[in-house]
T-cell receptor, first 113, second 114 residues
Framework: QQQVKQSPQSLIVQKGGISIINCAYE??????FPWYQQFPGKGPALLIA?????SEKKEGRFTISFNKSAKQFSLHIMDSQPGDSATYFC????????????FGTGTSLTVIP | KAGVTQTPRYLIKTRGQQVTLSCSPI?????VSWYQQTPGQGLQFLFE???????NKGNFPGRFSGRQFSNSRSEMNVSTLELGDSALYLC?????????????FGPGTRLTVT
């Protein structure tokens, strides 16, 4: 059973546009929601993370929006650049699951010049 | 600070053999987690070690095992390799015992089983 559902599977955005990736979860015990960026041949790199006590967190061009009642969270990449082309993973975890992260299936983002 | 290092980066093994992968966490980090990444199953949690003790284990067969040393370095072992074990094995370290906490991934070890 997929604990975290991620969409879309792939996304093509024009340079300068906004990229939006969505994730949904079922386990209400989850209380930590990170996003990772992965380039081919590399390990995932932590981009930004949020805890459910806030509804939004922004770091540079990256913003997480969190909707606790809907059990959804999303990543917005503003002013998307070709260098942002990568695979993005959302994840969720809780103290109850130790440090086990449940990952979404990934979104392949392509930003075209 | 140096990041998470994993050795070897690439490995080719034959079905039935065993393999040991190594991970050195970021200096000062005490928690090490292992994940398997495949195109079909994505990123799946194997196990986590904290202070040399396995704190959590994912849904993998007993052929997958690990350990952590007093310097927080960790190894994972896969015995009796199967073709389906071909994957990218990722190690992630976390800075503290407070859960849940951010995880920083290494570059991974690409294991190919033939």
């Amino acid at each position: 059973q997929q604990q975290v559902k991620q969409s879309p599977q792939s996304l093509i955005v024009q340079k300068g546009g906004i990229s939006i990736i969505n994730c949904a979860y079922e386990n209400t015990a989850f209380d930590y929601f990170p996003w990772y960026q992965q380039f081919p041949g590399k390990g995932p790199a932590l981009l930004i993370a949020i805890r459910p006590d806030v509804s939004e967190k922004k770091e540079g061009r990256f913003t997480i929006s969190f909707n606790k009642s809907a059990k959804q969270f999303s990543l917005h990449i503003m002013d998307s650049q070709p260098g942002d082309s990568a695979t993005y993973f959302c994840a969720a975890s809780s103290a109850n699951t130790g440090n086990q992260f449940y990952f979404g299936t990934g979104t392949s983002l392509t930003v075209i010049p | 600070k140096a990041g998470v290092t994993q050795t070897p980066r690439y490995l080719i093994k034959t079905r039935g053999q065993q393999v040991t992968l190594s991970c050195s966490p970021i200096s000062g980090h005490r928690s090490v987690s292992w994940y398997q990444q495949t195109p079909g199953q994505g990123l799946q949690f194997l196990f986590e070690y904290f202070s040399e003790t396995q704190r959590n284990k994912g849904n993998f067969p007993g052929r997958f095992s690990g350990r952590q040393f007093s310097n927080s370095r960790s190894e994972m072992n896969v015995s009796t390799l199967e073709l389906g074990d071909s994957a990218l094995y990722l190690c992630a370290s976390s800075p503290a015992g407070l859960l849940p906490y951010e995880q920083y991934f290494g570059p991974g070890t690409r294991l190919t089983v033939t």
